[in-house]
């Protein structure tokens, strides 16, 4: 196991094409772990502390990826199974207990704890969901004790953040009998886009309008049959299916990035709210014009652009829409993790007939395909991006495009530039070379 990479054993070979059209691949993988959602996890929600119950790898990755928080008390630790523990000579649970009441002493602000498990949390089968509801019982009902998994054992980085959504859902009060039709927003949002958002729907005469995970982990919306679901992000599935098992309807779809795609998002919103096409126009156009004048200064650059999507955020079919739709670009290959036909269904259908669609990952094939593919630009993850530069392929880390603002008008232009920066850069190195 590596801090960040967890490598698959080549195990399988590709399904050709079925009639879905879907090349299925189950070979060696390359992604991080579910436990590097905790970095924008533990930003949104600010009265959170996610400790991960795993070993000093597990704290190298953490700690890497997240920073160390200097001037602030940090929001996220590791409980390290030491080798006692392991070894099943120590009784983790007891260890565990302690590292609890020792963090609360020191941090009673603290109002919901994430118990993280990881890949040696459940090599030992350490019952995390029983140890919360053990703490919550003897720290509530000021604090709240939640758990889920964020191992590499069989999950993609961004399942992290499905998770502890999921985890969240079951903690959200029942709607009221009398409960009018609400609007639900499922998925982690940087505040500056959730503030856009609420203006919005506002604009729109949507309402009352919710956004989960919110800052404060207590103000959980109430869920059920008037509950109106909006996925923020492609990879929630295990959150939709908690959702809809509560009662509350999935609006179906494209994910909000990029002009086109925030419009077909909010559009959804306004058909199941029983907004006229008018209001919807007057609420959304300057936004809009300023989200497509951002693109188009990018467009120049990826016109035309041959782009290669190598499975890692799960976000890959609406970024190659996005990329085809407003810059004009190709998208050779479109590989996810997943595709989840209910979620990623209406991004589907609006790529090219001709691209090539993956589901899984045979890393060593698909650098062969690459390779004669011969892509201008590939999204892929950083064990991959070195050796694809070194082989004249300019790339994008797909983990930033988790990491950054993307969503909504205001920052289409800003996730343009997340691919027209690299071909910028590319360009500028070959003229320095010539
Ligand atoms: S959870 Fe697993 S893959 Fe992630 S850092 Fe820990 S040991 Fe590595």
Known sequence: MSASLALRRPDANAQPPGASGVLRERGQREVFCGLTGIVWLHRKIQDAFFLV????????????AAGVMIFAEPRFATAILEERDLAGMADANAELDRVVGDLLARRPDIRTLFLVGSCPSEVIKLDLSRAAQRLTAQHGPGLRVLSYSGSGIETTFTQGEDACLAALVAECPPEAPD????????????????DQFHRLFDALGIGPVAFLPGRRSHALPAIGPQTRVLLAQPFLGDTALRLEDRGARRLAAPFPFGVEGTTAWLEAAA??????????????????????????????????????????????????????????????????????????????????????????????????????????????????????????????????????????????????ALFSRPLARRARLKGLAA
């Not at 409960?179 to 886009?193: F, H, R």
């Open 53 to 64: 119950v795993g070993s000093r790898t597990c704290a190298h990755l953490i700690q890497s």
């Open 179 to 194: 409960a009018a039709p609400s609007l639900l927003i499922a998925g982690a949002l940087p505040d500056i886009v959730e």
């Open 271 to 416: 058909l199941a709210f029983g907004v006229s096409p008018q209001r919807f126009a007057g609420a959304v156009a300057p936004a809009q014009q300023r989200g497509r004048q951002a693109v188009a200064a990018h467009r120049a650059l990826l016109q035309d652009r041959r782009v290669f999507f190598f499975p890692d955020s799960q976000l890959e079919p609406s970024l190659a829409r996005f990329l085809h739709e407003e810059l004009g670009a190709i998208p050779v290959e479109v590989a996810s993790p997943y595709l989840n036909r209910d979620l990623v269904g209406p991004e589907l259908e609006r790529l090219p007939a001709e691209v090539r669609l993956v589901e899984g990952q045979d890393v060593e094939r698909q650098l062969d395909r690459c390779r004669a593919d011969r892509p201008d630009l590939a999204v892929c993850g950083l064990g991959l991006a070195n050796p694809l530069e070194a082989q004249g392929v300019a790339t994008k880390w797909s983990i930033e495009l988790v990491f950054s603002p993307v969503h909504g008008f205001e920052q289409a232009g800003d996730l343009a």
